[in-house]
């Protein structure tokens, strides 16, 4: 490069980005991503702040629309942000929060004691994000108003006579805003069903308020309200489950801070522990949830070690044997001065203090009550003392099994027609029932990157299968060494071996069952490989259709007719019953060729509903199976 080609670095190239400039120069730093998440992220921002006024005392109904044109509208009808002069800027209050980053009402205690805000940014961010947003305010009578483009004010805050809004109330605000496509390029619109659950969660979270969704693009309409707090919630979570005990109940309040927990265990074999913070869903936990868990194992020992003898008590309790069964939520309200997590995202708490205070209080609460309250103190110690003698069958199993990694040499196993591609990224392994289509898979996949794993029969149904029963299943222990990733507490989702795992069995009912048991077993069992998105059904096509040397393939009933409209009646049909019956060819074209293939990604929109689905249909109780069955037996698609 020659001198002059240098870029110069002097006085002139610093570069200061005034007011929004910085959110929408490094959205991802203030919202997490620009994806669909981003986009749900903005609206949570905007719901939280009415959210908020209620829990301020100030709220008691919050409704949002999801508007045909993409806006995005929240109502609530608490207090309205002050329109007033600030004297020390010469703005609007108003103003100041909807464009000044860091500027709220909630870096004191007077005006807001609890809050999900912290660091002043969201209503300011989700505008700087947004092409268009519009903010009405209703004080004392009077309706306010004020737009923006991109972040900037196109007028002062005013006085109107009508609402562009439709405002519902009689006082509070409402804010309708249109996220940005020059911001997020994947889509504009919010993920409903993940917004929903949000929504759901905290009206759970607090009492006596009214939340209402409105979708106007599918005309669907939810109401929440509930009055028992987080010990609704827990009922929800342990729907159709068999609970070994009532609910364990605690409330306490410590200075300025209120701490909420509700324990109970049911009959199944998973753990289901959720934990907020100022109606925040803290997904990955926090000192608030170490606290918890460190109470819990503690107490259960002691509890175990003064009613047990030292034989049938060889080895202490571990933190994964009492989270089998087990459903519990820890809810923290504290003032918003002195909240930290660990992001803008606030999926993490990081208060120190708060593990303290946790660990301490529920601690306290459990040995009393394990204490006087006997029976239940035994049916959960027996329902924990299951759950380490499996895991100690699990490990002995495990050790002979598991493969210590991918790339050290382990066998994988002879069925296995592995990809050439060591990249994991870029590796793609099918699950196909049965050898005969394994066999027509092996011969027509991309060898490069395509590997293909035969199962043969019906696989283990792993609802309530401890983790050694399932490494004795040699078509599962199959799938875990080749995933090589492992599985139990010793997982490692670095070493997947494939980033897209597919499902491909017949279309006919034994078909659906096999990808059903599969489904089963990774949501149990290896979670992580659906939530992070590389788990699909590979859809093979139901029909061929052929005139001549004219060849079509269709997957529904109406692409075939539409077919023979083209080809005309004379065009012989031919339903495929199984994977078998196409020649390795045909299973390239129609469902391995990534050019025309047909992929269903596996997504998961609320992990408590799919838990209560899994349970009901795999689990042991056949009346919610028989009346689920009834009632959607309508909507089958029986081809015979």
């Not at 203030?30 to 006024?53: K, M, R």
């Not at 010469?90 to 912290?118: D, N, P, Q, R, W």
Request: with cysteine; aromatic share 8%.
């Amino acid at each position: 490069m020659a001198k002059s080609d240098t870029p110069k670095y002097s006085a002139e190239s610093i570069v200061v980005l005034e007011g929004l400039e910085p959110v929408r120069k490094r959205p991802g730093m203030y919202i997490g991503s620009t994806s669909q998440t981003g986009v749900n992220h903005c609206l949570q921002e905007i719901l939280d702040n009415a959210i908020d006024e209620s829990l301020a005392g100030f709220c008691k109904n919050i409704y949002v629309t999801i508007q045909e044109n993409n806006y995005l509208t929240v109502f609530d009808d608490g207090r309205g942000i002050p329109v007033e002069t600030n004297a020390k800027h010469k703005t609007s209050a108003l103003e100041l929060v909807m464009t000044k980053l860091h500027a709220g009402g909630k870096f004191t205690t007077s005006a807001y004691k609890v809050s999900g805000g912290l660091h002043g940014v969201g209503a300011s961010v989700v505008n700087a994000l947004s092409e268009h947003l519009i903010v009405e305010v209703k004080r004392e009578g009077i309706l306010y108003r004020q737009e923006y483009k991109r972040g900037v004010p196109m007028g002062p805050v005013k006085k109107v006579k009508d609402s562009m809004m439709n405002f519902p109330y009689s006082q509070g605000t409402g804010v309708s805003f249109l996220p940005d496509p020059e911001i997020f390029k994947e889509t504009v619109e919010i993920h409903y069903g993940n917004f929903k659950k949000q929504v759901k969660e905290r009206a759970y979270l607090i009492n006596n308020v009214s939340f209402k969704v409105e979708n106007k693009k599918t005309n669907d309409k939810v109401a929440y309200y509930f009055d028992g707090g987080i010990l609704s919630l827990l009922r929800d979570i342990n729907r159709g489950k068999k609970v070994v005990h009532d609910a364990i109940y605690l409330k306490r309040q410590v200075d300025d801070k209120e701490l909420e927990v509700a324990i109970q265990y049911n009959d199944s074999i998973n753990e289901h522990v959720m934990s907020f913070v100022n109606v925040i869903n803290t997904q990955e936990g926090g000192t608030h949830l170490t606290g918890f868990r460190i109470a819990l194992t503690k107490s259960i020992n002691s509890y175990a070690k003064s009613i047990l003898s030292e034989k049938d008590l060889k080895d202490p309790l571990t933190g994964e044997d009492t989270k089998e069964g087990l459903s519990a939520i820890v809810y923290v309200k504290m003032p918003s001065t002195n909240l930290q997590f660990e992001g803008q995202t606030k999926t993490k708490l990081g208060n120190s203090e708060i593990q303290t205070l946790v660990q301490q209080t529920v601690g306290e609460h459990l040995d009393v009550f394990l204490e006087e309250n006997p029976r239940i103190g035994r049916d959960i110690l027996s329902r924990i003392l299951l759950a380490q003698k499996a895991r100690l069958a699990a490990k002995a199993a495990k050790d002979a099994v598991l493969r210590k990694g991918a790339l050290e040499g382990a066998t994988l196993p002879g069925k296995l027609a592995d990809c050439s591609e060591k990249d994991p990224a870029k590796s793609e392994l099918f699950l196909v029932e049965g050898n005969s289509a394994g066999g027509t898979a092996k011969q027509g996949r991309n060898r490069k990157f395509q590997a293909i794993l035969p199962l043969r029969g019906k696989v283990l149904n792993t609802e309530r299968a401890y983790l050694d029963k399932v490494l004795a299943f040699k078509e599962l222990k199959d799938l875990v060494i080749a995933l090589g990733m492992g599985i139990g507490e010793n997982i490692d989702y670095q070493k997947l071996r494939y980033h897209k795992i597919c499902i491909m069995t017949d279309a006919d009912v034994d078909g659906e069952h096999i990808r059903t048991l599969l489904l089963t077993f990774f949501f149990r069992h290896l979670a992580d490989i659906i939530f992070k998105g590389h788990l699909y059904i590979a859809q093979p096509p139901l029909f061929k259709i052929q005139f001549g040397k004219k060849i079509a393939y269709a997957f529904t009933p109406e692409e075939r007719d539409a077919a023979l409209k083209t080809m005309g009646e004379n065009a012989i049909v031919q339903r495929y019953k199984g994977l078998g019956e196409m020649n390795a060819e045909q299973l390239w074209e129609t469902t391995m060729n990534p050019d025309n293939r047909i992929l269903k990604q596996v997504n998961i929109e609320d992990a408590t509903e799919a838990d209560h689905v899994f349970t009901m249909l795999m689990g042991d109780e056949v009346p919610p199976r028989k009346k689920f069955i009834v009632t959607h037996a309508k909507l089958a698609n029986l081809d015979f």
